[in-house]
């Protein structure tokens, strides 16, 4: 199962055996575990499966930062507490699926201080994708 963009050809990262410590340094193993291709990590269903870059900082607090790459799979069922990409009036989004005290269940923003969108009939809003990564690029490439 891998992700075909535009090259075929695999790509593989190495994966080193030990986890990273991300607190108090201890002593590094420079044991290469095994080849990680990075689409399996991401990609369950490669079908459903698609990209969209994020503009905006309304999803920082649920782990979205403007500017990452978000991978989305149509094929999930979203639940509360899922971010998700919604159609909105016609626009790409992405929101939080939140219960609402009235018992619905809504989109809302990470930024608590917006007020979320309620789903009713009425709304013109479409779950499109459920968010299952949230890509940083800590050191862009370079154009």
């Not at 969209?52 to 989305?72: I, K, L, P, Q």
């Not at 201080?113 to 299952?132: F, H, I, K, Q, Y």
Request: hydrophobic letters at 45%.
């Amino acid at each position: 199962m891998t992700l075909t963009l535009v090259n075929p050809a695999d790509v593989t990262i190495p994966l080193i055996g030990r986890p990273l410590c991300a607190g108090f340094p201890s002593p590094a193993d420079d044991y290469v575990e095994e080849a990680l291709d990075p689409s399996r990590l991401i990609v369950t269903n490669p079908a459903s499966t698609f990209m969209w870059r994020v503009t905006g900082r309304s999803m920082v607090r649920a782990g979205v930062n403007d500017g990452d790459f978000v991978v989305v799979d149509r094929s999930l069922v979203p639940r509360v507490d899922d971010v998700v990409v919604a159609v909105i009036d016609g626009l790409p989004s992405a929101k939080k699926v939140v219960r609402m005290r009235c018992g619905g269940v809504g989109l809302a923003f990470a930024d608590e201080a917006r007020t979320p969108l309620v789903l009713d009939e009425a709304s013109e809003a479409v779950v499109w994708g459920v968010v299952t990564w949230s890509l940083t690029p800590l050191r862009p490439a370079p154009r």
